[in-house]
């Protein structure tokens, strides 16, 4: 059974950092392009970023671009997102999520893991 | 930066049709994405590449395109179906993802 279970979340102040974690199993990890998008409290999807396969290619949305660093490590099935300079707008549940079924786009999504900003 | 924009509502009565649009510049040039989201929940994907239907997801599901706007048509609407959905598709170079603001589907 395919599974992506993100961890890493919790209170930061703002300028402050946090480091996500998706663990991934049911599948071969390193096959697979991965992304995170991200949605705030009572707000709508955001994507945040992605990472091919061999990490050859890695893109981020402008609001994070220079703060977030995408990364993963295919022995051990996880993705990461390092978010550094943290804002009160990064206030979100992030989510991993990847094309498995081939439909072009997010088809899997994990269940989220909550990180807030706050003093 | 690029954008999609969806209506922030609709509201129908059970039984009849849901047309949620979206609409961007790109659009004739990238496919489109729809997912359903329910409270508390991940999104689902339920219609992908403009029109196709993934494994599991209702017929009364569908998608279509015209110029620079894409529509989810839900048929028959149950009550089941009132959730929030989103577009999604990317920018002209393919390497941005972009999300619609959402729209809240109201079954009366």
């Known amino acids: 059974e395919v599974q992506l279970v993100e961890s890493g979340g919790g209170l930061v102040k703002p300028g402050g950092s946090l480091r996500l974690s998706c663990a991934a199993s049911?599948?071969?990890?390193?096959?697979?392009?991965m992304n995170w998008v991200r949605q705030a409290p009572g707000k709508g999807l955001e994507w945040v970023s992605s990472?091919?396969?061999?990490?050859?290619?890695?893109y981020y949305a402008d609001s994070v671009k220079g703060r977030f660093t995408i990364s993963r490590d295919n022995a051990k099935n996880s993705l990461y997102l390092q978010m550094n300079s943290l804002r009160a707008e990064d206030t979100a549940v992030y989510y991993c999520?990847?094309?498995?079924?081939?439909?072009?786009?997010?088809?899997?999504w994990g269940q989220g893991t909550l990180v807030t900003v706050s003093s | 930066s690029y954008e999609l924009t969806q209506p922030p509502s609709v509201s129908v009565s059970p039984g009849q049709t849901a047309r949620i649009t979206c609409s961007g510049d790109?659009?004739?040039?990238?496919?489109a994405y729809w997912y359903q989201q329910k409270p508390g929940q991940a999104p689902v994907l339920v219609i992908y590449?403009?029109?196709e239907r993934p494994s599991g997801i209702p017929e009364r599901f569908s998608g279509s395109s015209s110029g620079t706007t894409v529509t989810l048509t839900i048929s028959g609407v149950q009550a089941e179906d009132e959730a929030d959905y989103y577009c999604?598709?990317?920018?002209?170079?393919?390497?941005?993802?972009?999300f619609g603001g959402g729209t809240k589907l109201t079954v009366l």
């Open positions: 049911g599948f071969t990890f390193s096959s697979y392009s």
């Open positions: 590449k403009d029109s």
């Open positions: 999520a990847f094309d498995y079924y081939g439909s072009g786009t997010f088809d899997y």
């Open positions: 990472i091919s396969s061999s990490s050859s290619y890695i």
């Open positions: 790109a659009l004739p040039k990238q496919y």
């Open positions: 999604q598709s990317a920018d002209s170079s393919g390497t941005h993802v972009v």
